[in-house]
């Protein structure tokens, strides 16, 4: 409980009464506030300045009065007070009494205001930019092991390499010593500061620093992913859609019909869909604006305004192909094509490649025959077997491509959506 004994006011309660859902109560506490803050009182100044940056169910937030009474308990005396006021004319934009006010409050010791100070002098507000004096000021800050905001900007500022040469390891060694704060107290307190710190460290190991104890990039970015932090959860979303594009790749590419194809992905928004007598023909409209066109078994219903994970093929040496199926994303369900897909791509028939080596061996085949014999018969059989696996040695890459980027699909289809 807090008492000023010179005017025998429990500011504890007062604080309490100005938060009160009692609009009575709320306001009477407010009348005293302002009188107590009139006559000198530091803390009842504070009090109002609080109230006003938060508001309360009855005392709305008032930009305009938080700055007044920040003010007053900044020229009262209160150091953490002359910080916050620094703060709020900054986020005004008055730079030249952000920059006076910082100075004090860095004077005065409060780490705050040193924050404030050097990332005012970082960018150059109020004054020319000078970032090795600001640096070296976070730097100082931090050696006292509680300035956790200014060891995270000093942190950032090894990251990103503008004003020296990016140091992974200082970024680390930097933010290491907080750890045990930080784990214990502030992931409680504050989830989005405890996220962007995990994602600080987790950088720092990321381009090249060496880690204490268990930590790695990869722990610390899943971690502060859960902690709701966006940029953890981009790098997140990057490396796993770069495994699953290596992954791709390897599937993409396979030889049939005597010829090298690949197969793409692309994402394409279903515009019409037409029924023929023995076909449905699919309208597609890609995201770049593209259009194409896909024919399906009649029995197909795909929804028309829904997107979908298309995979297109082509020839190896080109850029370009024509679809052959499209999943849905949602659900995984395909869409196949109809007709021979690679003779639309190649813009020309694919089919007698594989047909010429089995009319050979059949022709083969019927010169045994028409030799007669057991041995005919036999050299016959062995023809038309080896016909047959011809026939599946050209055709055999293709559908098993085509399986494998189904499989692939129904499982990884959404990244790519």
């Known amino acids: 409980m807090t008492t000023d004994t010179k005017l025998d006011i429990d500011y504890t309660q007062l604080k309490q009464r100005l938060k009160s859902d009692d609009a009575a109560a709320a306001r009477e506490a407010e009348r005293t506030a302002i009188d107590l803050a009139g006559q000198g009182s530091v803390e009842a100044a504070e009090a109002l300045a609080g109230v006003y940056s938060e508001g309360s169910a009855v005392i709305a937030r008032d930009r305009i009065q938080e700055f007044r009474?920040?003010?007053?308990?900044?020229?009262?005396?209160?150091?953490?007070?002359?910080?916050?006021?620094?703060?709020?004319?900054?986020?005004?934009?008055?730079?030249?009494?952000?920059?006076?006010?910082?100075?004090?409050?860095?004077?005065?010791?409060?780490?705050?205001?040193?924050?404030?100070?050097?990332?005012?002098?970082?960018?150059?507000?109020?004054q020319p930019a000078?970032?090795?004096?600001?640096?070296?000021?976070?730097?100082?800050?931090?050696?006292?092991?509680?300035?956790?905001?200014?060891?995270?900007?000093?942190?950032?500022?090894?990251?990103?390499?503008?004003?020296?040469?990016?140091?992974?390891q200082k970024a680390y060694d930097t933010l290491q010593p907080f750890d045990p704060v930080m784990s214990s107290m502030i992931r409680r307190t504050d989830a989005a500061q405890y996220g962007d710190y995990l994602y600080l460290k987790a950088r720092a190991i990321a381009e090249g620093a060496r880690p204490a104890g268990d930590d790695t990039a990869d722990a610390l970015f899943a971690c502060a992913v859960e902690f709701g932090h966006e940029g953890a959860a981009d790098v997140r979303r990057r490396e796993t859609l770069s495994g699953l594009q290596r992954a791709w790749d390897e599937i993409a590419r396979f030889r049939a019909f005597g010829g090298n194809w690949k197969m793409f992905i692309g994402t394409c928004r279903l515009a019409s869909s037409e029924l023929a007598i023995d076909r449905?023909?699919?309208?597609?409209?890609?995201?770049?604006?593209?259009?194409?066109?896909?024919?399906?078994?009649?029995?197909?219903?795909?929804?028309?305004?829904r997107d979908y994970v298309v995979v297109f093929i082509g020839p190896q040496a080109q850029d370009v192909g024509v679809p052959c199926m499209m999943i849905d994303p949602a659900n995984g369900k395909v869409c196949k094509g109809r007709g021979d897909t690679l003779t639309r791509a190649y813009?020309?028939?694919?089919?007698?490649?594989a047909l010429l080596p089995c009319l050979a061996l059949w022709g083969l085949a019927l010169l045994c025959l028409s030799s007669g014999g057991l041995f005919g018969v036999l050299c016959a059989a062995a023809s038309a077997f080896a016909a047959v696996m011809a026939w599946k040695a050209f055709t055999g890459g293709y559908k098993r491509a085509l399986g494998a980027a189904i499989d692939f699909l129904r499982r990884h289809g959404g990244a790519f959506a």
């Open 347 to 353: 813009k020309g028939n694919t089919s007698y490649l």
């Open 130 to 168: 000078n970032p090795l004096e600001a640096l070296q000021l976070l730097s100082e800050s931090v050696a006292g092991g509680t300035n956790i905001d200014g060891a995270m900007m000093l942190a950032r500022a090894y990251l990103e390499g503008r004003y020296f040469a990016a140091n992974p």
């Open 280 to 305: 449905r023909v699919l309208f597609l409209v890609s995201r770049d604006g593209s259009r194409c066109r896909m024919e399906a078994s009649p029995l197909a219903r795909p929804a028309v305004g």
């Open 69 to 126: 009474y920040t003010r007053r308990a900044a020229d009262l005396g209160s150091a953490f007070s002359r910080a916050w006021l620094a703060h709020i004319q900054r986020e005004s934009g008055d730079f030249g009494g952000a920059l006076e006010s910082a100075r004090l409050a860095h004077e005065m010791g409060v780490e705050f205001g040193t924050n404030v100070l050097a990332g005012m002098m970082l960018a150059g507000e109020g």
